[in-house]
């Protein structure tokens, strides 16, 4: 420090004792650390810290939780200590802790002590910090959460039903016309399903059906709990977040696995189970059944289990068929030329077979090339416009990851399973299947394949594959048994 600064420091410094100096020190500090670090950061972390007093060249200040204490000290100690330093010089250290409000208190000559009501600075100051993420502000100035938004067109009229989706969507049909008061059957109920094949629109048409009874009801993906969960910490209303969260009527969470973090899933499964002691409906989507969901919790994949799991398999070439006419029949409002032979759509759903989206990048392709050439739609048409789509979608490449869940699936284990260091026969045999089909139908090698189970040596695996070699050559039960595991991989 220059010797004018410090000149100038220590007229401005207040003495030793000089309460209202320390506080006018303290005002100057946070002033620069606002300054320095922008508002929305000020208020999130430094907006609640109050100097308490000083003594013996220790600043104490205090918080009102430990969570803000701690990530203080972490993160911003080190620089308050400087910034309050070169204001008040005989300020070396700071020291943080929680303060606790003050009761009344009856003290012995009958007078009652009330804790101070905070300066109008402080309640200013509050009033204008910013609404966390994932809340709203009420009319009443209070703060209720929010849920991801919901698409108006996916309702349970336009969802179509097919063999695949025919029992999730009755599960999902006895939520929605449950009443206020009408004991939960099957909770939670968990339906899972590949990409594109319509569980989001399941739940969404869910959550609109009974929100038009009256009942509370919150859909969130897993990305938005998560981040407001997280926010909540922050802005240091997470008693708040998890109030709100339970005093709903239904809970919905998309795309389960992509819940992170120790700390959000256990504060998930806190909620889970609030709700179900409450007889309160949940229901969680994922894109695998609750055991296969590795980076899950434990305990939280049990609780999970313990519900209905209903699978929404691949669609069916009738169900494609109607998909595709529905999106014909809405492309045609907006193109009333746009006309495409049954023959047309018979083809399309026959060598479209990977998902929903895929239907709808058909029909677009479709429509591009009859409204920009002016050609008439045709299957000859339909094959050029739509070759490069099927190129991609066929033949199926298959994942290791796809025949761990496959084979664990068959065998009833889970994919954990596979990957452990378990002996049991129970467990080895489907191993080795396991490995056997990853050198078969993927390109992967020895020393891949064994990482991919839990970091194995490839002699390991090439064990594996010799022994299932020899053995499907004499015993006709496991041969059956890999053919139709390679006919699911393939599917």
Same mark, same amino acid.
């Given at each position: 420090?220059?010797?004018?600064? !410090?000149?100038?420091?220590?007229?401005?410094?207040?003495a030793?004792?000089?309460?209202?100096?320390?506080?006018?020190?303290?005002?100057r500090?946070?002033?620069?650390l606002?300054?320095?670090? =922008?508002d929305?950061?000020?208020?999130?972390?430094?907006?609640r810290?109050?100097?308490?007093?000083?003594?013996?060249?220790?600043?104490h200040?205090?918080?009102? %939780?430990?969570?803000l204490?701690?990530?203080i000290?972490?993160?911003?100690a080190?620089?308050?200590?400087? @910034?309050?330093?070169?204001?008040?010089?005989?300020v070396?250290?700071?020291?943080?802790?929680?303060?606790?409000?003050?009761?009344?208190?009856?003290? !012995?000559?009958?007078?009652?002590? @009330?804790?101070?009501?905070?300066?109008?600075?402080q309640?200013?100051?509050?009033? !204008?910090?910013?609404?966390?993420?994932?809340f709203?502000?009420?009319?009443?100035g209070?703060q209720?959460?929010t =849920?991801?938004?919901?698409?108006?067109?996916?309702?349970l009229?336009?969802?179509?039903?097919?063999?695949?989706?025919?029992?999730?969507?009755?599960?999902?049909?006895?939520?929605?016309?449950?009443?206020a =008061?009408?004991p939960?059957t099957? #909770?939670?109920? @968990?339906?899972?399903a590949a990409?594109?094949?319509?569980? $989001?629109?399941?739940?969404?048409?869910?959550?609109?059906?009974?929100?038009?009874?009256?009942?509370?009801?919150?859909?969130?993906?897993?990305?938005?709990f998560?981040?407001?969960?997280?926010?909540?910490?922050?802005?240091q209303?997470?008693?708040?977040?998890?109030?709100?969260?339970r005093?709903?009527d239904l809970?919905i969470?998309?795309?389960l696995?992509f819940?992170?973090?120790?700390? &959000?899933?256990?504060?998930?499964?806190h909620?889970?189970?609030?709700?179900?002691?409450?007889?309160?409906q949940?229901?969680?989507?994922?894109?695998?059944?609750p055991?296969e969901?590795?980076?899950v919790?434990?305990?939280l994949?049990?609780r999970?289990?313990?519900?209905?799991?209903?699978?929404?398999?691949?669609?069916?070439?009738?169900?494609?068929?109607?998909?595709?006419? &529905?999106?014909i029949e809405?492309?045609?409002?907006?193109h009333?030329k746009?006309? &495409?032979?049954?023959d @047309?759509v018979?083809? &399309?759903?026959?060598?479209?077979?990977?998902?929903?989206?895929?239907?709808?990048?058909?029909v677009?392709?479709?429509?591009?090339h009859? %409204?920009?050439?002016?050609?008439?739609?045709?299957?000859?048409?339909?094959?050029t416009?739509?070759r490069?789509?099927?190129?991609?979608v066929e033949?199926?490449?298959?994942?290791?990851?796809?025949i761990?869940?496959?084979?664990?699936?068959?065998y #009833?284990?889970?994919?954990?399973?596979l990957?452990? !260091?378990?002996?049991?026969?129970?467990?080895?045999?489907?191993?080795?299947?396991?490995m056997?089909?990853?050198?078969?139908? $993927?390109?992967?090698?020895?020393?891949?394949?064994?990482?991919?189970?839990? =970091?194995?040596?490839?002699?390991?695996?090439?064990?594996?594959?010799?022994?299932i070699d020899?053995?499907?050559?004499?015993?006709?039960a496991?041969?059956?048994?890999?053919?139709?595991?390679?006919?699911?991989?393939?599917?």
């Amino acid at each position: 420090m220059l010797p004018a600064q !410090s000149e100038r420091f220590a007229a401005a410094s207040p003495a030793i004792g000089d309460d209202e100096g320390h506080e006018a020190a303290w005002r100057r500090a946070t002033a620069r650390l606002r300054a320095e670090y =922008g508002d929305d950061v000020y208020l999130s972390w430094f907006g609640r810290i109050a100097l308490d007093r000083v003594e013996d060249g220790v600043a104490h200040l205090t918080v009102p %939780t430990r969570f803000l204490k701690s990530w203080i000290q972490s993160h911003y100690a080190d620089r308050i200590t400087v @910034v309050l330093s070169e204001e008040a010089p005989e300020v070396d250290r700071i020291a943080l802790g929680v303060r606790v409000a003050a009761p009344k208190l009856a003290a !012995s000559g009958g007078d009652v002590i @009330v804790a101070p009501a905070p300066r109008m600075e402080q309640q200013e100051e509050r009033a !204008s910090a910013p609404i966390p993420t994932g809340f709203a502000q009420s009319r009443d100035g209070q703060q209720r959460l929010t =849920g991801s938004p919901l698409d108006k067109r996916l309702t349970l009229d336009t969802f179509l039903v097919g063999r695949s989706n025919q029992l999730a969507h009755a599960a999902a049909l006895q939520v929605a016309s449950a009443k206020a =008061g009408d004991p939960v059957t099957f #909770n939670p109920l @968990v339906i899972h399903a590949a990409v594109g094949l319509g569980k $989001t629109h399941l739940l969404q048409a869910t959550a609109h059906a009974v929100e038009a009874t009256g009942r509370r009801v919150m859909y969130l993906t897993a990305e938005k709990f998560m981040f407001d969960f997280v926010a909540s910490l922050k802005a240091q209303t997470a008693l708040t977040f998890k109030e709100r969260l339970r005093a709903i009527d239904l809970l919905i969470i998309d795309d389960l696995q992509f819940l992170q973090g120790k700390t &959000v899933q256990q504060e998930f499964g806190h909620t889970l189970n609030a709700l179900l002691d409450g007889r309160q409906q949940v229901i969680v989507a994922a894109d695998r059944a609750p055991s296969e969901l590795e980076s899950v919790d434990e305990r939280l994949r049990s609780r999970l289990a313990g519900g209905l799991t209903l699978e929404m398999g691949a669609l069916d070439e009738g169900l494609r068929a109607k998909i595709l006419e &529905v999106r014909i029949e809405a492309a045609r409002r907006l193109h009333p030329k746009f006309d &495409v032979p049954a023959d @047309v759509v018979a083809y &399309v759903a026959r060598i479209i077979t990977a998902n929903g989206r895929d239907l709808d990048g058909a029909v677009n392709r479709l429509l591009a090339h009859n %409204t920009l050439t002016g050609a008439p739609i045709s299957v000859e048409m339909a094959e050029t416009a739509l070759r490069d789509l099927v190129r991609q979608v066929e033949p199926k490449r298959v994942k290791i990851e796809d025949i761990q869940r496959i084979v664990a699936r068959h065998y #009833n284990v889970s994919r954990a399973d596979l990957l452990s !260091s378990r002996r049991t026969q129970t467990v080895v045999r489907p191993r080795q299947v396991a490995m056997y089909l990853s050198k078969q139908m $993927t390109l992967r090698s020895l020393p891949e394949i064994g990482r991919r189970f839990g =970091g194995r040596d490839h002699t390991t695996v090439l064990h594996a594959v010799r022994k299932i070699d020899e053995l499907v050559k004499t015993d006709i039960a496991l041969s059956d048994e890999i053919e139709l595991l390679k006919r699911m991989l393939l599917d």
